[in-house]
């Protein structure tokens, strides 16, 4: 995502081989880290929300799983997560931070209509790297980046039948790049370098379209995602001189979602999800990152809550687990080298997770949980691994809830 600055440039590899705190490591250079925006009970499953559906049971992938929704509803999620770097160069550290991937509202209208709004984060470009460059003058590199990609979107479902929901998605594709680079010298009498480079875009916005179709407990799901370009402009402060680019496109890539909801026994259930985004070397002219195809493979199982009377806890509550295989689309600059010209490699990524949830005594709020582990990266050829600890948080409520007065 950033600019071509040669100077900055040759040091990429020695950042990715120091140490690194906040956000992912594979954010340095790149889009930022791909961010599942699904709550905690989505995630649980793996991130196979394509065919949710139901009243209370809505995705953020999926516009047609509002389709259902009677009531006002909101909610929001909190992603506390903690990682293990580790690297060539340097000892293993230990990174904390907290997000909120989603937060999310939607308003039962008559004729079968329900409107939506949400902010979501696409893409998370916070990080902070340390390298030593050893060309020259020995000096002491630190890299701030903040800032990443963001939708505000607004949504639109109908239900046109019992089996069949439409719905379309507006994203506004808000945010921006910034990066903050300093160097300082073994010599104290040399004065501290200083970069910083930011990037911006048009504000533009694109459509999603999906469809459900149900039959009984068996759903199907699916999503189109049209492409964008975006006019880039990035800026570079250094030194007092202040240079601009606007010469730049970024392309936002076509892309699609399918999967499925089936029952299997009893109150068990399974889903799964497959998504693609067809990013490649036109997506964006950088010396810094290259781009592959973005893939995504998720699957879950669910035993859903009891609602007898009479049951204890773990009878009353559901139980959920999933994992999942995330190919980042980001290409990047092998360890040491100072671009993609001098080869690169891929950043794949898997988790598994499990999760619970709690719901209210009237049953339109909940609150859900989700635990998350995993690891993306290859040390030996990146110069840099980590290995991530995620607990999700999502709390669900309704009109329900507060006894309102917003209905069909």
């Known amino acids: ?111 079968r209509i329900v409107l939506g709004g949400a902010y979501v984060t696409a893409r998370n470009a916070a990080f902070r790297v340390y390298g030593v460059a050893s060309a020259g003058v020995p000096s002491a590199i630190r890299v701030d980046g903040a800032g990443g990609m963001n939708y505000v979107r607004v949504s639109l479902a109908h239900g046109v039948n019992q089996r069949f929901r439409i719905g379309v998605d507006y994203d506004f594709i808000v945010g921006n790049y910034i990066e903050r680079w300093a160097r300082t010298y073994a010599d104290s009498g040399t004065q501290q370098g200083r970069d910083t480079l930011e990037t911006n875009w048009d504000k533009k916005g694109r459509f999603r379209f999906g469809a459900q179709w149900v039959q009984g407990d068996f759903a199907l799901g699916g999503v189109y995602e049209l492409s964008r370009a975006l006019t880039l402009e990035t800026s570079r402060r250094a030194y007092g001189l202040y240079v601009k680019d606007p010469d730049r496109t970024l392309t936002l890539p076509s892309g699609f979602i399918v999967g499925f909801s089936a029952p299997v026994a009893g109150r068990l259930r399974a889903v799964a999800q497959y998504g693609r985004s067809g990013w490649d070397r036109s997506s964006l002219q950088s010396d810094l990152v290259d781009f592959r195809a973005e893939q995504r493979f998720s699957a879950g199982v669910e035993r859903k809550r009891s609602t007898g009377d009479g049951l204890g806890l773990f009878e009353r509550i559901p139980l959920r687990l999933g994992g999942y295989y995330l190919q980042w689309p980001d290409l990047l600059p092998l360890a040491g080298a100072a671009d993609v010209n001098g080869g690169v490699d891929k950043v794949d990524e898997w988790g598994v997770s499990l999760g619970t949830g709690l719901t209210s005594q009237d049953r339109g709020g909940s609150v859900d949980f989700s635990l998350e582990a995993g690891s993306r990266g290859n040390r030996d050829t990146l110069g840099a691994s980590e290995k991530f600890l995620r607990f999700a948080v999502s709390l669900l409520v309704s009109d329900e809830t507060w006894k309102g007065s917003f209905h069909r």
Request: hydrophobic share 45%.
């Open 1 to 111: 995502m950033r600019a071509t600055i040669l100077t900055l440039a040759c040091v990429l590899g020695i950042a990715l081989s120091g140490t690194a705190r906040a956000n992912s490591v594979f954010s340095v250079g790149g889009m930022g880290e791909p961010v599942l925006a699904e709550p905690a009970r989505i995630r649980a499953l793996g991130g196979s929300g394509i065919a949710e559906h139901g009243p209370r049971e809505i995705s953020l992938v999926n516009p047609a799983s509002l389709a259902e929704v009677n009531r006002l509803i909101l909610e929001g999620t909190i992603l506390p997560e903690m990682r293990r770097i580790s690297t060539l160069s340097y000892p293993d550290e230990t990174a904390k931070e907290t997000i909120f991937p989603s937060l999310r509202g939607a308003i039962a209208l008559p004729g």
